[in-house]
């Protein structure tokens, strides 16, 4: 794919940016099912910072909800050292569950109980393979990402290349794809996601598990594509 066709938005000047918090989701019980067979029902409070609960074991625990690329939305929430995102897809109906920072990274897709069961899913993409973007935070700082058969590799300035083996990339819904992986530091597992709108070159990311960091702390940036 040349991601070249899917963008729509001449951006010249990068400048990082949080995307806000979206409340739309607070004192809903949203019902979920997966391929795993597991099931639970998913709450977002606000009392006043956001938390989430969910009916199979935790409870109240500091979330983050970002709405990207419509009705989808991104509820984040870490346990040291694993970080986790529920990608609900309101558009379609469809949730997916992501955990990075354990021993492996994993995914497990299933629908939304409200939209009734539906074959569809998210699904692993290689779409995103032979394109290499530069990620901004900021006018000074720029990740650069290269897409490569299931690996990413980010180069910071003034820092060696990391190669994140075993990036994948998640297709949910046109031109929008979360990719997650993780890198080991030594016995620390460090979990990495990046939840990326090629059709406005958004994105939002975050690093779990990296010591003297929040546990949590979602940002965002714009990006560039420099080749495919």
């Given at each position: 794919m040349n991601l070249k066709t899917l963008y729509k938005y001449a951006a010249s000047d990068f400048c990082g940016y949080s995307r806000p918090n979206s409340f739309e989701l607070v004192g809903r019980?949203?019902?979920?099912?997966?391929?795993?067979?597991?099931?639970?029902?998913?709450?977002?409070a606000r009392s006043p910072a956001l938390s989430v609960t969910l009916s199979d074991g935790l409870n109240d625990q500091p979330a983050e909800c970002l709405k990207i690329g419509g009705d989808i939305f991104l509820v984040n929430f870490a346990i040291v050292p694993w970080g986790a995102t529920y990608?609900?897809?309101?558009?379609?109906?469809?949730?997916?569950?992501?955990?990075?920072?354990?021993?492996?990274?994993?995914?497990?897709?299933?629908?939304?109980?409200?939209f009734g069961a539906k074959p569809e899913r998210h699904a692993l993409s290689g779409d995103l393979d032979g394109n290499t973007v530069d990620?901004?935070?900021?006018?000074?700082?720029?990740?650069?990402?290269?897409?490569?058969?299931?690996?990413?590799?980010?180069?910071?300035?003034?820092?060696?290349?990391?190669?994140v083996p075993g990036f994948k990339a998640i297709r949910v819904a046109e031109g929008i794809y979360f990719q997650y992986g993780q890198i080991s530091f030594g016995p620390a597992k460090t979990g990495l996601f990046l939840a990326s709108d090629f059709n406005t070159l958004l994105f939002d990311g975050d690093l779990f598990g990296v010591p003297g960091l929040?546990?949590?702390?979602t940002v965002g940036g714009w990006g560039k594509i420099i080749a495919e």
């Open positions: 019980n949203i019902a979920l099912t997966f391929d795993s067979g597991r099931k639970t029902t998913l709450t977002l990608i609900l897809d309101y558009a379609r109906g469809l949730v997916t569950h992501v955990v990075v920072g354990g021993d492996e990274p994993m995914a497990d897709f299933g629908y939304i109980d409200d990620w901004s935070f900021s006018p000074s700082i720029t990740a650069r990402v290269k897409y490569d058969g299931g690996a990413a590799y980010i180069a910071l300035p003034n820092m060696p290349p990391v190669t929040p546990a949590l702390g």
